[in-house]
């Protein structure tokens, strides 16, 4: 990538000799995926989730190891590639942006050389599951975030490609048309496509994926069951708890009250803030109530306000990193 220094000089500097840094953004992936298997990919921002989806569509090329698809090697094979996968990248649109959908869609029509019965065949399906019929007339600028990513699918899989790669394909849209994807994204791995789907919505991946990766800074660092993580994800709840600041006992001075706490509620784990007066309890919700946990802070300390979190994804990916996972997460691939 661009080293570019700082300030305008640091611009003209560039533009005549221009340095480079050299950035791993994916290294030690090794990952294969069965034909029909619908597989999740996840990881926290940057962690090279989009890298590998550019890697597997001939977009970068590798500079070690391989990347096959089908049997190709993408970056080499760029074109018959483009006939075995369909490609989303929620972030932006592949339509062409002046021409209404339904031009876009003719364009690829032509260019992937489907056959006229087939192309109303496939518009027809697509009008049943996502609605496209409305979208047809309009021009691609001027399509809503949800409408986009309908048109954006339907452009994506009209050649009806065995293998998909879609890269946040629910980013940013309101419950409606996220469930439209969802239902839609089932019916193409009822029929059989292989999926690698990239998401930060765990909705998304119980819909459709029974595997799961979790890649984080370029390496995989879990990859195993859905239900695995569904596991965690779902049984461990976190309340978060602010002490009245006036109050004179500390949590930070007295450790003693944890190890009360943890006797009366083993289990619980206990995370103390930066602050004294802040106070988090991550329990399993499979063994206590909020209820159990609430009061048995309060029969000890002030508590002026509290808030009940669940984990999320990302806390799972972020101990998934981190090395941190119950037992049964132990087969974490690093
Ligand atoms: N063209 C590029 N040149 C240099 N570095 C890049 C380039 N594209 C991506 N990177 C870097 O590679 C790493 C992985 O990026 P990538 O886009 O694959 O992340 P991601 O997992 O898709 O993240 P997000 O969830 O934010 O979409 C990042 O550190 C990013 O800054
Ligand atoms: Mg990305």
Redesign the pocket.
Known sequence: ?PDKQPGFAGSLRHLVRPRH?E????SGVDLSVEAGEAVAYL????????????LLIGI?QPTAGEVRVCGLKPYRDRHANARNVGVLFG?RSHLWWDLQVRDSLALLRDLYRIPTRRYKERLAEFDDLLGLGELMPVVARKLSLGQRMRADLAAALLHAPPVVFL??PTIGLDINARDAVRRFLRKICDDGATLLL?T?DIGDIEEVCRRVVI?D??RIVFDGPIDRVKELVTRQRIVHFTLDPEWAGTVVLDPGWVTRLQNRLPAVMLVVDGAPHQISVAFDSASYGAGEIVSAVAARMPVVDLRIDETSIEDVVRRAYAGELNEPFRDVVT
Do not use: C, F, Y
């Open positions: 990538m840094l950035h791993t953004a994916v990881g926290p921002n940057g962690a090279g989730k989009s890298t590998t989806v550019k970068l972030q890269d946040e990239t930060h890649i800074r370029g």
